[in-house]
């Protein structure tokens, strides 16, 4: 079979499209053969080691451990192991499998059925594998970290992106009142997703103009964590998702320090996929409450292209790779 494969860290061209061996499911382990996934800025990290901190958290000190790259997944069951009892050859699925292994930007690849669930029926596979990690990051963060409240103002910093256009609809799903930052050419894209209010970060910084509040997800940008905690209600919260890396280490840094009992809380959030989540995900794309937003589709032959893409930080909403 044909999978993208890197072995050193580096710009999109050191990946590639090699025959190797079709995987064989272990007993608790389904074999999927992929029909889409989608690229995360998760991908870029570990192809690239721009974050040094990715190198010491199990990828690899000088070259990466896992050869195989990809998150996102959406495909068929081909065989399943003895021991797995959710899933049947033939069941169309889809999932986050960066807790097992990667590698999904290949023609088959080995899960255990913990990380997937059932294809959403109205979904295509392109835009099932659109979902996973973007959507748990946006829904973990407003949810668990910001404990969202109906009625409340939240604004979303990135509402563009791939975590944006999820984070923007979960807000609204939850009640809120939402304030999506983007740049002029995806304003429009944001109303229609269901913001109430949006503003333009070419020409207004959203930290300077005394709104204020209940919770602010960081997804994308810079702002310094001071200016966003002034952009807080005494008892707001910061959810900082993702951003310029000074964006991330003041969050993790400074957070903890800066939160105050019964006061402000700064804090981030970390994606973790789990099949209650992906249940009540795939549940909101049913209802249409949620709708993946693509911007680009690109074959598994032009995975260094999808990368590099994404690599430029411009996305608009997800993009998938056809298997
Ligand atoms: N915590 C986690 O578990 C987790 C999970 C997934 C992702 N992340 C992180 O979250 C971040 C976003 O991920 P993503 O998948 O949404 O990325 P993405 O899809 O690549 O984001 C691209 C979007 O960001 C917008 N953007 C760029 N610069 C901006 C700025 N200065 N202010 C506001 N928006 C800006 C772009 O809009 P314009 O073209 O209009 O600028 C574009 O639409 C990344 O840092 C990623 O590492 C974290």
Same mark, same amino acid.
């Given at each position: ?6 072995? *050193?860290?580096?710009? @999109? ?5 090699? &025959?190797?061996?079709?995987?064989? @499911? ?6 999927? *053969? ?20 990715? %190198? ?6 000088? *070259?990466?451990?896992?050869? %195989? ?5 959406? !495909? ?9 009892? $959710? ?16 590698? #999904?930007?290949?023609? =088959?690849?080995?899960?255990? &059925?913990?990380?997937? #669930?059932?294809? +959403? !029926? ?9 979902? @996973? ?26 509402? #563009? ?7 923007? $609809? ?14 002029? %050419?995806?304003?429009? $894209? ?10 333009? =970060? ?5 930290? /300077?103009?005394? /709104?204020? =509040? ?9 702002? @310094? ?17 993702? !951003?310029? +890396? ?28 789990? /099949? ?5 995900? *795939? ?13 680009? %589709?690109?074959?598994? #032959? ?22």
């Amino acid at each position: 079979m044909k999978a993208i494969v890197y072995t *050193k860290y580096g710009p @999109p061209d050191v990946i590639q499209l090699k &025959e190797v061996e079709k995987p064989t @499911p272990k007993e608790d382990e389904v074999l999927i *053969k992929v029909h889409a996934a989608s690229v995360n800025a998760y991908d870029w990290h570990f192809l690239t080691a721009d974050i040094f901190l990715m %190198r010491l958290m199990g990828g690899g000190l000088l *070259k990466p451990k896992n050869t %195989r790259l990809g998150a996102d997944i959406a !495909g068929r069951v081909e065989a399943v192991g003895r021991n797995v009892k $959710q899933f049947l050859p033939g069941d169309e699925v889809f999932g986050d499998i960066s807790a097992n292994g990667n590698g #999904s930007f290949a023609e =088959y690849v080995c899960s255990r &059925e913990n990380a997937l #669930s059932l294809k +959403p !029926g109205n979904l295509s596979f392109e835009e099932a594998a659109a979902v @996973p990690m973007a959507g748990f990051t946006a829904l973990q963060g407003l949810r668990d970290q910001g404990q969202i409240q109906p009625g409340q103002k939240v604004l979303i910093n990135g509402a #563009s992106g791939g975590v944006g256009t999820f984070s923007v $609809q979960f807000a609204k799903y939850f009640g809120a009142e939402v304030t999506a930052v983007c740049s002029t %050419r995806n304003l429009d $894209q944001a109303r229609s997703l269901g913001a109430d209010h949006v503003i333009d =970060y070419t020409k207004e910084d959203f930290t /300077q103009n005394g /709104q204020q =509040y209940d919770l602010i997800l960081a997804v994308n940008g810079y702002h @310094p964590i001071s200016a966003y905690k002034r952009a807080l209600t005494p008892q707001g919260i910061y959810v900082m998702a993702g !951003g310029s +890396p000074a964006q991330i280490f003041q969050a993790m840094l400074l957070g903890p320090v800066m939160s105050k009992k019964g006061g402000k809380k700064m804090g981030g959030v970390t994606g973790r996929p789990n /099949q209650k989540d992906l249940a009540l995900i *795939k549940e909101l794309l049913e209802a249409g409450k949620v709708v993946p937003v693509i911007d680009k %589709r690109y074959p598994l #032959s032009e995975t260094a292209e999808a990368l590099r893409y994404l690599g430029e930080g411009h996305a608009r909403g997800k993009v998938v790779i056809t298997v």
